[in-house]
């Protein structure tokens, strides 16, 4: 189904997403949204920042787009592009065109991942202009009020190539994630997983010792949406010490010791 | 162009002009001489082929005969005298003093001959040179012999001479090998070294070293050090330098029987995961260190979880690496909560903590 062929309203969430705020980042997302200041989330995958998004979107009252970006996302592919329909030729918006006329979110996740070109063309959005140029069609679309431009991307992922150039960086407000602190996390659990209390903290103890790695061979430690992955398996039926394996050990590492450690390390807890 | 075959030998001397400048009645006997002369000296034959045609060609047969003997008598008292004799002789015919030829050949020959004492002489020096030139030959496998006799006995001196060499350093360095040794090693090691000393004292210096290493380390049982060596000697006896690479575990036939008999879980194979483990648990970079490596204890920090480097309290390995991974975590537990932060002039303060949180009389 094309994206023209659903209504925008079909992007807004109808039910609240389950968020549990670990700071202050509602708040200071809501100032910047009545401040029409686009917002970037930064911290590693897994830790809630889409979660976060949808949930503000919910909060809101927005409707939410979301580019999953990639490294062969052209900046037609976000604002839109001319094609063949028949026997004439149509203008068909972007993602991104959608979300400036409808006045909602557009999340573009890991924009990391896009290409440089690609992410010059934000920048109109993100000034005071507030603009969309769509250079294609010959029209500037202006942003209204409620608009939100919203940026994701993962610091643990940067490198020379693949970073965001500062003239874009420093265009938003940015909020910080991370794992949860221990209880949160478990709290987090328990609600999106079902486990218990004595599971969720065993799974948390899990991956506290696992995101130790982190540095030592390990890009990145356990999320918690692995950690959510793992109390619904539990959940399911599957032995702990299997369901762990098979959701916290193996999607991190294909290193042999470093697996083997990390098992030794749910075997201490289950 | 050469006569062809069907003149025998004369074939070689004979060209085909000369034999056509000779008269057909005397060509059958201008070969025949030719041949008879060639038979002397093959330049002796040349030549005579040459002068022979012009004097046949003047039908005396007396002044042929009288050639023929001239030059075969110069040529029997010195073969280079006859052939110049051959080819003078005829010009020397032509001459209207007949006595020429004949005083030529007289001067000739006593220049050829010499004296006779002198010809004596010779004879008798010839047969000697030819007697010694036969006991010459017949020495000569003998020379070989003792060529061949003297090269092995030099490269066994040599040999034995490194083996002296070796022996003495053998001799310096096993004193303090056994000190270092544990003591209820020592006879394994003195019977297993023993061994190697008797076939190449070079590879006990190295079979020392490395038994040492081995036995103290327990790396090997008595038993496996002596299947060890028993292998060892097998190599050291089909190749001396290879041989000495095994005995310093220097090649991986060496180390791969040392695996072979190796008996329970070397830390090496499991260090990895044990650092990743201990890492985890207590959230600070570990390193395992082997008790082997003591001797750098003073480059220890308390980051150090210090293990056996191999671990043999059970029969399967998943058993042993239980037993190290119980080992690992006591000391990474040790990090984690500060045991080796712990100092003396702190004691003071724990002491008022303690009291404060549990009394006095506590």
């Known amino acids: ?270 | 162009m050469t006569f062809g075959p069907a003149v025998g030998n004369v074939g070689m001397y004979v060209a085909r002009e000369m034999l056509a400048s000779v008269p057909e009645d005397q060509r059958a006997a201008y070969l025949s001489i030719v041949e008879q002369i060639s038979e002397l000296k093959y330049q002796l034959g040349v030549e005579v082929a040459r002068q022979l045609p012009r004097l046949l060609a003047e039908h005396d047969p007396a002044l042929v005969a009288t050639y023929l003997d001239q030059v075969r008598a110069v040529a029997a008292l010195g073969w280079k005298s006859g052939v110049e004799v051959a080819k003078q002789l005829p010009d020397l015919y032509d001459a209207p003093d007949p006595m020429l030829a004949s005083s030529y050949v007289g001067i000739v020959t006593g220049a050829t001959t010499g004296h006779d004492e002198e010809d004596a002489g010779t004879a008798e020096l010839t047969v000697e040179l030819e007697r010694l030139e036969r006991e010459l030959r017949e020495m000569e496998p003998k020379v070989q012999r003792a060529q061949e006799l003297k090269t092995l006995l030099s490269a066994r001196d040599r040999r034995d001479e490194k083996r002296r060499k070796h022996a003495v350093e053998l001799a310096s360095v096993l004193p303090p090998i056994l000190a270092r040794l544990r003591p209820r090693y020592r006879p394994t090691f003195l019977e297993q070294v023993n061994r190697v000393a008797a076939a190449d004292p070079e590879s006990a210096l190295e079979a020392a070293d490395t038994l040492l290493d081995l036995l103290n380390s327990e790396r090997v049982s008595p038993d496996g050090a002596a299947e060890w060596v028993d292998r060892g000697l097998d190599v050291l006896d089909r190749n001396k330098e290879v041989g000495l690479g095994y005995f310093r575990l220097g090649s991986k036939y060496s180390l791969d029987v040392l695996d072979e008999l190796r008996e329970g879980l070397a830390l090496k194979q499991v260090a990895r995961i044990l650092k990743l483990y201990a890492t985890a648990l207590c959230g600070r970079d570990v390193a395992i260190r082997s008790t082997q490596e003591m001797y750098a204890i003073e480059a220890f920090g308390s980051d150090h979880v210090v293990l056996p480097p191999d671990m043999r309290f059970f029969d399967d390995d998943e058993a042993n690496f239980t037993a190290y991974k119980v080992a690992t975590a006591h000391g990474a537990g040790r990090i984690e909560f500060g045991t080796y932060e712990f100092r003396l002039a702190d004691m003071g303060d724990t002491v008022d903590r303690l009291v404060a949180r549990y009394g006095a009389s506590a």
């Not at chain 1, 020379?160 to 938003?172: A, E, N, Y």
């Open chain 1, 1 to 270: 189904m094309g994206v023209e062929t659903q209504r925008v309203e079909d992007f807004r969430l109808a039910k609240e997403p389950y968020y549990l705020p670990l700071g202050n980042e509602v708040e200071l997302f809501e100032a910047a949204y009545n401040s029409r200041l686009p917002v970037m989330l930064k911290g590693p995958t897994g830790c809630g920042k889409t979660r976060f998004v949808e949930f503000m979107s919910w909060r809101l009252e927005r409707t939410l787009i979301t580019v999953a970006c990639h490294e062969d996302l052209t900046a037609s592919d976000l604002v839109g592009k001319y094609t063949l329909r028949g026997d004439e030729t149509i203008w068909q918006d972007g993602p991104l065109t959608i979300a400036v006329k409808s006045g909602g979110i557009a999340y573009l996740d890991e924009i990391v991942e896009a290409r440089k070109d690609t992410t010059v063309v934000i920048h109109p959005l993100t000034d005071d202009r507030r603009i969309l140029p769509l250079e294609k069609k010959g029209e500037i679309v202006a942003a209204p009020e409620q608009f939100q431009l919203v940026i994701s991307y993962n610091p643990g992922y940067q490198s020379v190539l693949k970073d965001l150039k500062h003239s874009t960086k420093q265009r938003f407000v940015a909020l910080d994630f991370d794992y949860p602190p221990p209880d949160l996390e478990e709290e987090i659990l328990r609600q999106e997983s079902g486990v218990d209390s004595d599971v969720a903290s065993k799974l948390v103890k899990i991956a506290e010792k696992v995101r130790n790695l982190r540095t030592h061979g390990l890009e990145e430690g356990v999320s918690t949406r692995l950690l959510v992955y793992a109390g619904q398996l539990i959940g399911a039926g599957i032995e702990p010490i299997a369901a762990c394996e098979a959701t916290i050990c193996k999607p991190i590492t294909d290193d042999f010791d470093m697996q083997r450690s990390i098992v030794e390390i749910i075997a201490t807890q289950f």
